[in-house]
């Protein structure tokens, strides 16, 4: 299983960026799909989450609420996570994750920095 994140950089507040995951070795279809983010000296903790199949649900963290969105395209294997009006706490490495039940899986990470 690989997960393959992307889309990270270097951008100033207000402004926006798309993070892609794209999964390989499972199916995916069947998976919570989830993005974390870890800043230097914090937790990991989780951004966005977006139910398995058609992905109707999803869920946000309080402090992204609004200005991020996570999505997933089942017949690209990806997920996606647009983020707007960017502010400097949204500076950390962005992670995703593949969820089903006990089993889970973890990209790289992709490194997002928020000037102010």
């Known amino acids: 299983v690989q997960l393959q994140a992307s889309g990270g950089g270097l951008v100033q507040a207000g402004g926006s960026l798309r993070l892609s995951c794209a999964a390989s070795?499972?199916?995916?279809?069947?998976?919570?799909m989830e993005w974390y983010r870890q800043a230097p000296g914090k937790q990991r903790e989780l951004v966005a989450a977006v139910t398995s199949g058609s992905g109707i649900y999803t869920n946000y963290a309080d402090s992204v609420k609004g200005r991020f969105t996570i999505s997933r395209d089942n017949a690209k294997n990806t997920v996606y996570l647009q983020m707007n009006s960017l502010k400097s706490e949204d500076t950390a490495v962005y992670y995703c994750?593949?969820?089903?039940?006990?089993?889970?899986?973890w990209g790289q990470g992709t490194q997002v920095t928020v000037s102010s």
């Open positions: 994750a593949a969820r089903l039940g006990p089993r889970s899986y």
């Open positions: 070795g499972l199916t995916f279809g069947s998976y919570v």
